[in-house]
């Protein structure tokens, strides 16, 4: 298998993944608001407004699609936690609850270095 981020740490492919993904969002009418939200529940890669909808992202990198789809690796424990986190957020940052979604982003580089982007809208529900 080729691999195509050279010997960079995991942490840093992420990073460019996700910077990837804001870029993208922006590209597509989106307002990031904030990035690497933590808290006790977990973390959320983008927060970002389109139109009337608070969306949430979950960036999923993926060197190579043959090990499944970044959306299947957002697993049913892995939804929770984004929703628990997403609450967290909602409850501690807004003073109303706007209509909210769940997106996930597939990235996947090629072999020529350039991203390959998936943007799965309303990937999942509360």
Known sequence: MMNWF???????????????????LSQHGLKVLQCNYRCRHGEIDIIAKDGNFL?????????????????????????????????????????????????????LVDPNGDWQLTWLQNAFQE
Do not use: M, W
Not at 6 to 14: E, L
Not at 79 to 86: E, I
């Open 55 to 107: 969306v949430f992202v979950e960036v999923r990198l993926r060197q190579n699609p043959r090990f499944g789809s970044g959306a299947e690796s957002v697993t049913k424990n892995k939804q929770n936690r984004l929703v628990k986190t997403a609450q967290h957020y909602l409850s501690h940052k807004l003073k109303r609850e706007p209509s909210c979604r769940f997106d996930v982003i597939e990235a």
């Open 6 to 24: 050279g010997n960079k740490p995991a942490a840093d492919r992420g990073q460019q993944a996700e910077l990837a993904a804001q870029r993208y």
